[in-house]
Structures are given as C-alpha cells and as structure tokens.
C-alpha cells in the first residue's frame, strides 16, 4: 500500500501573487543553495523531477506544502533563526498561522473524486499550436485530458506510487484561461474542475511550474469533509 506524508506550512501575513519567486527564493538562500528540493537546480540546470517542496499562494497567505523527502529537508530552512524575509525591496515578517501534517493513503478507486485545478500550465510551444489546430471543443478537451493525465502519473512517479487500475481522467468544465507571465514568458493559465478515480492530496501542483504555485489542485466536497486515506500525524 502506498502511503505518503504531506506537511502544510501556512503563514500569516499576505504577499502579492508576484512575490511568490521572490519568497521561494528567500526560502532557498537561508536554507542554503546545497539543499536541491528547495529549488530543483543543480549545477545551474533544473532537474525535471516532481517537486517535493512546493510554494503556494492559498487566500493570499503564502505556503510551503512538503511532501516526503521534502518534510525531511524543511529542518535547514527552521533550523536557522528566523527573523523574517526579503521579497524584493520589502521585509516580511515569517510567522506560521496553520502547521498541518498528514498521512495519505494513494490509490485508485471505483469512484471519481472532483476536484479544482487553478493556473494549470498545460500548454508548452510544442503542443500549444498542435492544440490550437483542433477544431472541435470536444477534441481540445480530450486533448487536455490526455495532458492532465499524464501529470497525474508524473506526480505518482515522483512520489514512488505504481498505479493498480487504469487512471480515469474527465474535464468538466474550464471555468477561466487568462495569459500570465512566467520566467519572461508568455503563457495560457486554465482553471477547471475535473474528475479523477485517483485520490490526491490537496494543494498538490500538477504540471509545469508545480513548484510555484501553479496546477494547484483541491477537491470539491460539496459540504462535506473528506477524508479518503488521511490521517493527521
């Protein structure tokens, strides 16, 4: 069975969407440079690996959200004092609102789970002219689908978690596309909803940029509270 450890480090005070590198940056030079899951680069090149420290912008209160290896790594960040951040020309005061440890059970199962997905990177140059060659909405979707799906099993890849069932994937609805500069670059953001018989944590991010806030996903409960292979350490 593949259980997996996620911790949630919610601070007090907003930032700005735009400060999120800043903060992420911030966090890496105090834990120091050596640390790689803070910033995914070694050697000056970006290592294409599912992020296991991500940084996240939930309600306007910034968010570490650390998921196994990464749990282990936060200590060098902690470990030194803390007296605050730099983001860009202002300090901010680092006090933790909410500390969250959870335990997960992953698996996939004869139901679906619904789910939102903000700012989802899904389109990159190569497949952004293939995707916009398609005609039909409904072939767009099943394009999207496809791409969603394959971030689904990155993410299980990343996490050491091998899938029993086939991955069911279904778009339901794309609720926003907005054009948002990432790293100099111009890029189409979708928020939807989808369903997947997969079961994921909260606040974990799929696709490009995970590490950043993007491809943030939540499930819907619809009012009710869910709980499908949690437990809170």
């Known amino acids: 069975m593949n259980r997996i450890k996620v911790l949630n480090i919610e601070f007090e005070n907003d930032i700005f969407a ?16 050596d640390h790689v899951l803070f910033h995914n680069h070694q050697n ?23 998921i196994e290896d990464g749990i282990d790594e936060i200590h060098h960040f902690f470990s030194n004092k803390q007296e605050g951040l730099i983001l860009g020309e202002r300090h901010y005061e680092l006090k933790i609102a909410k500390l969250h440890m959870n335990q997960f059970v992953m698996q996939v199962w004869d ?6 997905l903000w700012n989802w990177l899904a389109l990159n140059q190569k497949n952004y002219s293939e995707y916009k060659n398609i005609e039909s909405e409904f072939g767009k979707i099943e394009f999207l ?12 890849k990343g996490i050491g978690w091998q899938l029993d069932k086939e991955l069911k994937v279904r778009i339901k609805e794309i609720k926003q596309k907005k054009i948002i500069t990432v790293k100099n670059t111009k ?10 018989n997969a079961f994921l944590p909260n606040y974990i991010g799929l696709g490009k940029n995970a ?22 350490l």
């Open 18 to 33: 735009y400060e999120l590198p800043a903060f992420r940056g911030a966090i890496a030079e105090s834990a120091g440079k």
């Open 44 to 66: 000056n090149k970006y290592l294409y690996q599912y992020p296991l420290i991500q940084y996240k912008r939930i309600g306007k209160k910034p968010a570490i959200i650390c």
């Open 111 to 116: 139901k679906s789970f619904h789910y939102n």
């Open 145 to 156: 689908e496809k791409i969603l799906t394959g971030n689904i099993l990155s993410f299980a």
């Open 187 to 196: 890029r189409e953001a979708l928020s939807l909803v989808f369903t997947s």
């Open 211 to 232: 590490s950043l806030g993007f491809g943030m996903v939540k499930e819907i409960t619809y009012g009710k509270k869910s709980n499908h292979g949690e437990r809170q």
